[in-house]
């Protein structure tokens, strides 16, 4: 087995729809497959690892207060267009673009 498969597994047992949700493949839009390098399925999680990889390597974090993000033009293409984004809203700003399961 191999060690991801082990890891999923671990973390469905505790709470399975939650994180199943975060781990699965989702159809990207448009804005968020140009983002993702032309990927047109990728997870939540791995869509925000993707994210954060990019500020990070792009050093986006403002200097004077690592809490915020200013955000580029390829960021701001999928955080509704803002030019300044707290790292606490980034999740849900990105969460927008990820449909919800149907009950």
Avoid: Y
């Avoid at 792009?58 to 200013?70: A, F, G, R, S, Y």
């Avoid at 033009?73 to 606490?88: A, N």
């Amino acid at each position: 087995m191999v060690v991801g498969q082990q890891a999923r597994k671990a973390m469905l047992g505790e709470c399975p729809k939650k994180v199943a949700r975060l781990i699965d493949l989702v159809n990207l839009p448009s804005n968020l497959m140009e983002f993702a390098g032309g990927q047109s399925q990728m997870g939540h999680l791995s869509f925000f690892v993707r994210v954060w990889s990019h500020i990070k390597t792009h050093n986006l974090q403002d200097p004077n207060n690592k809490n915020l993000v200013n955000c580029d033009d390829k960021l701001k293409s999928i955080l509704l267009g803002k030019t300044q984004v707290e790292l606490s809203k980034l999740p849900m700003l990105i969460n927008l673009h990820f449909p919800k399961p149907s009950k």
